[in-house]
C-alpha cells in the first residue's frame, strides 16, 4: 500500500498507450462499494474472494494492458500464479516511513485505519518477501513518478517484454 502502484499504473500506461486497469477499482465498480465498506461488510476473507476472482477476470481481458492490483495480492499463492502466467510482474517498493508519508491523512486503506506507522511496520513483515517473485523491482522513495516511469522503461526484463510481446 502507497508504493504508488495504481498512480504509477496509470504514468506507464499513458507513455506505452496503453489502457490501465486497477484490480481494486474494478471491485468498487462492480459492487457498487468502497473497499473499506466491503472489509467492513464481509472482513478481510470476504474481500479476498472477491479480489481473486476480479484478478483473474481482468487478466483474461483485452490486452495489451497495465493491471494494478493492491498490495495484498501476494497473500494468495493462487494470485501470484495468474501474475506470472498473464504477464511481467513489476513490485515498487518504498520504506514503512515513505508509506506513513504518502498515505498518513488517507482513510481509504482500512488495513491501515488507527495507528498507520504500526500497522504499516507489521503488514511489511507479514508480507516479506512475497513480492520477491517479479522480475522487476524499483525502488520508489524520493522518486517522482516520471523518475520511477523512466526507470522502468530502460529496465532489460521491462524492454525484452516488450520486445517479445511485439
Ligand atoms: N513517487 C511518488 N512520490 C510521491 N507521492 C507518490 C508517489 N507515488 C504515489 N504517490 C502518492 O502516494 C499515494 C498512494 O499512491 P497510490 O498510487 O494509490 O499507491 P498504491 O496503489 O500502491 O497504494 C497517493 O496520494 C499518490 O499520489
Ligand atoms: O495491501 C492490501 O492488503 C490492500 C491494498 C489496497 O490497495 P493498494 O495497495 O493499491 O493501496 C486495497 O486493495 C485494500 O485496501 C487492501
Ligand atoms: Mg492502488
Known sequence: MGTGK???GQA???RLGWKQVDVD???VEATGKEIRDIFREQ???GFRALETKMLAQV???SIPQVVTTGGGVVTRKQNVELIVRHGLAVALRATPETIVARLHADATRPL???DVER???RIMQEREGLYDFAPVQLVTDGKSVA???DELWAHPAFRRFLTQND
Open 147 to 149: 523518475q520511477i516511469v
Open 25 to 27: 477499482h474494478c471491485i
Open 6 to 8: 495504481t498512480t504509477v
Open 12 to 14: 506507464i500506461a499513458k
Open 119 to 121: 500497522n504499516v511496520r
Open 112 to 114: 491501515l485505519a488507527g
Open 43 to 45: 472482513g478481510e476473507e
Open 59 to 61: 487478466l483474461n481481458g
